[in-house]
Nanobody
Framework: VQLQAYGGGLVQTGGSLRLSCAAS????????MGWYRQAPGKQRELVAT???????NYADSVKGRFTISRDNAKNTVYLHMNSLKPEDTAVYYC?????????WGQGTQVTVSS
């Protein structure tokens, strides 16, 4: 599975961004897609996951502000980020997989200025 992520950028506090991640290849092998992020000097953390195109899971720090969705026809997962805070600044990584395998996309930088 190949993942192509895009949509990062620079935004002011309180602003919004949408990240996209398109999957191609052996997508029949995956049932979940989502996003991790890694800020400078910090461990990578799970941001949001969507499983079987329906069930969603969020980090406590983004609940109520971020929404993950999936367009099955386009094999694309989206992360809608609202009310962004400086602490959301990180490299965001798209991932996909199942209980047996995980695939990673390249990171996309999100910077929130105060």
């Amino acid at each position: 599975v190949q993942l192509q992520a895009y949509g990062g950028g620079l935004v002011q506090t309180g602003g919004s961004l949408r990240l996209s991640c398109a999957a191609s290849g052996s997508i029949f092998s995956i049932n979940r897609m989502g996003w991790y992020r890694q800020a400078p000097g910090k461990q990578r953390e799970l941001v949001a996951t969507i499983t079987n195109g329906v069930s969603t899971n969020y980090a406590d720090s983004v609940k109520g502000r971020f929404t993950i969705s999936r367009d099955n026809a386009k094999n694309t997962v989206y992360l809608h980020m609202n009310s962004l805070k400086p602490e959301d600044t990180a490299v965001y990584y798209c991932y996909s997989g199942s209980d047996y395998v995980t695939f990673w996309g390249q990171g996309t930088q999100v910077t929130v200025s105060s």
